[in-house]
T-cell receptor, first 114, second 115 residues
Framework: QKEVEQDPGPLSVPEGAIVSLNCTYS??????FMWYRQYSRKGPELLMY????GNKEDGRFTAQVDKSSKYISLFIRDSQPSDSATYLCAMSAAASGGSYIPTFGRGTSLIVHP | DTGVSQNPRHKITKRGQNVTFRCDPI?????LYWYRQTLGQGPEFLTYFQNEAQLEKSRLLSDRFSAERPKGSFSTLEIQRTEQGDSAMYLC?????????????FGPGTRLTVL
């Protein structure tokens, strides 16, 4: 079993829909939870990160962390065709030297059609 | 452009050849990371530097791989005696030490194809 599990999709939704993307994990030491967006043949772009449990909102994006269930979510409101991309979750814990090297999920492909 | 840059963007080589990639991080970032990403997978950590010191290496980094960051600025990743299994996107990221690895900024990647 991988430390971070993420459904690869694809997830296809109509424009304007609320999108829910999720990851589960097994390492209870994870403290930082990140979401990246990656367009085809580009590098990942950091959307937002959350420390420990709780919610964080940034514009149309909301990240939720439930450490008791080892489950994190990213919600996208009023989805747009430009949101079509692969969404990667990543998580990190304190490692030797405080490097916090993240472990990535495999990404979920999102398609928002007009 | 003040983001992370990587060169070349694409590299096609024959099995057994050596290749070298370059990464220029965001100028004030003192941490630099290398990852490998294959199709349908997330990035896998290879190694990271704080300034010029290589502080951590993954078990994925076989002895055919070597990375350097002279003077704590740009970094190079060299793969010797390439194999077809080395075909992947090689990503570089940088962060401020105080910000931690959870605020990494990625470059566009170098796509390696080994024939």
């Amino acid at each position: 079993q991988k430390e971070v599990e993420q459904d690869p999709g694809p997830l296809s939704v109509p424009e304007g829909a609320i999108v829910s993307l999720n990851c589960t994990y097994s390492n209870s030491a994870f403290q930082y939870f990140m979401w990246y967006r990656q367009y085809s043949r580009k590098g990942p772009e950091l959307l937002m990160y959350t420390y420990s449990s709780g919610n964080k909102e940034d514009g149309r994006f909301t990240a939720q962390v439930d450490k008791s269930s080892k489950y994190i979510s990213l919600f996208i409101r009023d989805s747009q065709p430009s949101d079509s991309a692969t969404y990667l979750c990543a998580m990190s814990a304190a490692a030797s030297g405080g490097s916090y090297i993240p472990t990535f999920g495999r990404g979920t492909s999102l398609i928002v059609h007009p | 452009d003040t983001g992370v840059s990587q060169n070349p963007r694409h590299k096609i080589t024959k099995r057994g050849q050596n290749v070298t990639f370059r990464c220029d991080p965001i100028s004030e970032h003192n941490r630099l990371y290398w990852y490998r990403q294959t199709l349908g997978q997330g990035p896998e950590f290879l190694t990271y530097f704080q300034n010029e010191a290589q502080l951590e290496k993954s078990r994925l980094l076989s002895d055919r791989f070597s990375a350097e960051r002279p003077k704590g600025s740009f970094s190079t990743l060299e793969i010797q005696r390439t194999e077809q299994g080395d075909s992947a996107m090689y990503l570089c990221a940088s962060s401020l030490r105080l910000a931690g690895a959870h605020e990494q900024f990625f470059g566009p990647g170098t796509r390696l194809t080994v024939l």
